[in-house]
């Protein structure tokens, strides 16, 4: 099992998320949106978090009537979720390492979902067959992450983005897209803190086939096209921070 980095800034990664969560405009809360738009009825399903953090998205799934399991390998950031989840019925936590899953039962659940997680887990492989075993036959696995073409690795004072001189979004840097492995910003927030694993497109979708899934759809979420004044805002209507992968066990 690996060493659970978030336990050591899982109140930085808590207020950020927060942040993200209550700004509609965010990758964060436009993701959120997406993935329960995608995952549709969920009413009485048995559903996985897989990655669940501080409960977020776990939470909205048992609001929508699934019974849902919220796994992670980080003991302080499942002290926050079941804090903030102790009066949802439907939801219950498990500690456990997203590449086995040994805690989870075969073919168990009906979908499983994965918000923002996969860059932070070593081995993707292990990953693909630790949810082939617990995913019931038809059931769905779907996930995001955070879009590997336009987060790509870099390092401070490299910077992603470019702006004009009044600051405003020119365009997004693509240094080293074609670098998987671990890499870190080195700078101060969660990238520099945590580091994480880049993969290509490629790498995340041939590996999901190969696993026995089969591909329904990709989206790629952005804010909608506007006169926005921030150099974010108009960074998210142009480029997607994220990818989200629907895919389902035949």
Same mark, same amino acid.
């Given at each position: 099992?690996?060493?659970?980095?978030?336990?050591?800034?899982?109140?930085?990664?808590?207020? $950020?998320?927060?942040?993200?969560? =209550?700004?509609?405009?965010?990758?964060?809360?436009?993701?959120?949106?997406? #993935?329960?738009?995608?995952?549709?009825?969920?009413?009485?399903?048995? %559903?996985?978090? $897989?990655?669940?953090?501080?409960?977020?998205?776990?939470?909205?799934?048992?609001?929508?009537?699934?019974?849902?399991?919220?796994?992670? $390998?980080?003991?302080?950031?499942? &002290?926050?979720?079941?804090?903030?989840?102790?009066?949802?019925?439907?939801?219950?936590?498990?500690?456990?390492?997203?590449?086995?899953?040994?805690?989870?039962?075969?073919?168990? @659940?009906? #979908?499983?979902?994965?918000?923002?997680?996969?860059?932070?887990?070593?081995?993707?492989?292990?990953?693909?067959? &630790? %949810?082939?075993? /617990?995913?019931?036959?038809?059931?769905?696995?779907? @996930?995001?992450? #955070?879009?590997?073409?336009? =987060?790509?690795? @870099?390092? /401070?004072? =490299?910077?992603?983005?470019?702006?004009?001189?009044?600051?405003? @979004?020119? &365009?997004?840097?693509?240094?080293?897209?074609?670098?998987?492995?671990?890499?870190?910003?080195?700078?101060?927030? /969660?990238?520099?803190? %945590?580091?994480?694993?880049?993969?290509?497109?490629?790498?995340?979708?041939?590996?999901?086939?190969?696993?026995?899934?089969?591909?329904?759809?990709?989206?790629?979420?952005?804010?909608?096209?506007?006169?926005?004044?921030?150099?974010?805002?108009?960074?998210?209507?142009?480029?997607?921070?994220?990818?989200?992968?629907?895919?389902?066990?035949?």
């Amino acid at each position: 099992m690996q060493t659970p980095k978030y336990d050591q800034i899982s109140a930085q990664y808590a207020d $950020l998320l927060r942040w993200g969560l =209550e700004n509609s405009w965010t990758h964060f809360a436009i993701t959120v949106h997406i #993935l329960l738009e995608i995952a549709a009825d969920l009413k009485d399903l048995r %559903v996985c978090d $897989l990655g669940c953090g501080e409960g977020h998205l776990a939470r909205s799934l048992a609001q929508h009537g699934a019974i849902v399991t919220g796994v992670d $390998l980080s003991t302080k950031m499942l &002290a926050l979720a079941k804090a903030r989840s102790a009066e949802i019925s439907n939801l219950d936590y498990v500690n456990d390492d997203a590449q086995s899953l040994k805690k989870l039962g075969k073919a168990s @659940f009906d #979908l499983v979902i994965s918000n923002l997680a996969f860059m932070d887990i070593p081995d993707l492989n292990q990953t693909y067959q &630790a %949810v082939q075993r /617990i995913l019931k036959p038809g059931g769905r696995f779907i @996930f995001s992450i #955070l879009h590997p073409c336009f =987060e790509a690795p @870099f390092q /401070i004072p =490299e910077s992603q983005v470019e702006t004009d001189t009044e600051g405003n @979004f020119v &365009a997004c840097r693509v240094i080293r897209y074609t670098e998987e492995g671990y890499w870190n910003s080195g700078g101060d927030g /969660i990238r520099g803190a %945590v580091g994480a694993y880049h993969r290509k497109i490629s790498t995340y979708i041939n590996g999901l086939l190969d696993n026995g899934f089969r591909l329904q759809q990709l989206h790629e979420p952005t804010l909608p096209p506007g006169n926005y004044k921030t150099p974010d805002k108009q960074w998210l209507s142009k480029v997607p921070k994220t990818l989200i992968v629907d895919s389902y066990k035949p």
